[in-house]
């Protein structure tokens, strides 16, 4: 067989499979039961633990704090959010999410047939079909008031933009078997810009603190599994960096020094309304 020859017997296999393959694919019959995603609950509230990294040099070790938050929709126009923190920062947090945007829309969302295994490789089935997520996206408006372990009174203020997405969609097999839709849930998405005000300085016995304030960006992401439920499993994980300003070495107030924003929430979302 020459080389010409050969390589149109590859194609044609390959052709064939992907035909195969193809035909497969459509054998899939499914039926979509979408839940109306406006008609979520519009009252959630999280208790949740934090694991942060000190915002200031007056605070030592692994910040750890107990939060209890609350979140209220109102729809069509805006969200707003309040809690009260207990432990390294002993405070009130609270913010609102004007929305812009506050709709329904179809989507593709991806539903998962099977998953197999092979040494080292996963081979995953799927199938996307059409189904709706509310969508919202607007202004937002974060703050933290109180006070922060050693370094004494505490203020932060996040400003930017919100999006939220929430979807609700399952797929009925001809086998009666129900598969869920990977988009399924609630998530938060903040890009804000972050200024805080706080007392900086060493740890050392008579050296004392003094006031510096810091301005840098943080992405925040948030959400929630399942959130149709009574409780549900709640994250969040904010990441950023501040730049704060006025800080001295020796004495001698230097221009700036950069300090990292990570705290890894994590809690339960109980959804009441």
């Given at each position: 067989?020459?080389?010409?020859?050969?390589?149109?017997?590859?194609?044609?296999f390959l052709?064939?499979?992907?035909?195969?393959?193809?035909?497969?694919?459509?054998?899939?019959?499914?039926k979509?039961?979408?839940?109306?995603?406006?008609?979520?609950?519009?009252?959630?509230?999280?208790?949740?633990?934090?694991?942060?990294?000190?915002?200031?040099?007056?605070?030592d070790?692994?910040?750890?704090?107990?939060?209890?938050?609350?979140?209220?929709w109102?729809?069509k126009?805006?969200?707003?959010?309040a809690?009260?923190?207990?432990?390294?920062?002993?405070?009130?947090?609270?913010?609102a999410t004007?929305?812009?945007?506050?709709?329904?829309?179809?989507?593709?969302n991806?539903?998962?047939?099977?998953?197999?295994t092979?040494?080292?490789?996963?081979?995953?089935?799927?199938f996307?079909?059409?189904?709706?997520s509310?969508?919202?996206?607007?202004?937002?408006?974060?703050?933290?008031?109180?006070?922060?372990?050693?370094?004494?009174f505490?203020?932060?203020?996040?400003?930017?933009?919100?999006?939220?997405?929430?979807t609700?969609?399952?797929?009925?097999?001809?086998?009666g078997s129900?598969?869920?839709?990977?988009?399924?849930g609630?998530?938060?998405?903040?890009?804000?810009a972050?200024?805080?005000s706080?007392?900086?300085?060493?740890?050392?016995?008579?050296?004392?603190?003094?006031?510096?304030?810091?301005?840098?960006?943080?992405?925040?992401?948030?959400?929630?599994?399942r959130?149709?439920?009574?409780?549900?499993?709640?994250?969040?994980?904010?990441?950023?960096v501040?730049?704060?300003?006025?800080?001295?070495?020796?004495?001698?107030?230097a221009?700036?020094?950069?300090?990292p924003i990570?705290?890894?929430?994590?809690g339960?979302?109980?959804?009441?309304?």
């Amino acid at each position: 067989m020459t080389s010409t020859n050969k390589n149109k017997a590859f194609f044609a296999f390959l052709t064939l499979l992907i035909g195969l393959n193809y035909c497969k694919a459509q054998t899939v019959n499914y039926k979509i039961t979408d839940t109306d995603p406006s008609k979520f609950r519009n009252l959630n509230i999280r208790p949740y633990f934090s694991f942060f990294i000190p915002p200031t040099s007056q605070v030592d070790g692994l910040p750890a704090n107990l939060n209890i938050d609350a979140q209220y929709w109102f729809p069509k126009l805006l969200d707003v959010r309040a809690g009260i923190c207990l432990g390294t920062f002993m405070g009130l947090t609270g913010g609102a999410t004007y929305h812009l945007k506050d709709r329904v829309k179809i989507k593709k969302n991806k539903f998962v047939t099977s998953r197999t295994t092979s040494g080292r490789t996963e081979t995953t089935k799927f199938f996307k079909a059409p189904a709706s997520s509310k969508v919202i996206f607007g202004p937002s408006f974060d703050f933290a008031l109180g006070k922060m372990g050693a370094a004494g009174f505490f203020t932060e203020f996040d400003f930017g933009l919100n999006w939220q997405t929430y979807t609700r969609a399952y797929a009925t097999l001809s086998d009666g078997s129900t598969i869920k839709s990977s988009k399924n849930g609630w998530i938060d998405v903040k890009l804000q810009a972050v200024v805080r005000s706080v007392n900086w300085g060493s740890l050392i016995i008579g050296e004392v603190p003094y006031r510096v304030m810091g301005v840098g960006g943080q992405i925040n992401l948030s959400g929630s599994v399942r959130p149709w439920k009574g409780v549900t499993l709640y994250f969040g994980l904010p990441m950023g960096v501040v730049k704060m300003m006025g800080v001295k070495q020796n004495g001698i107030s230097a221009e700036s020094t950069i300090q990292p924003i990570l705290s890894i929430n994590l809690g339960a979302s109980i959804n009441i309304l």
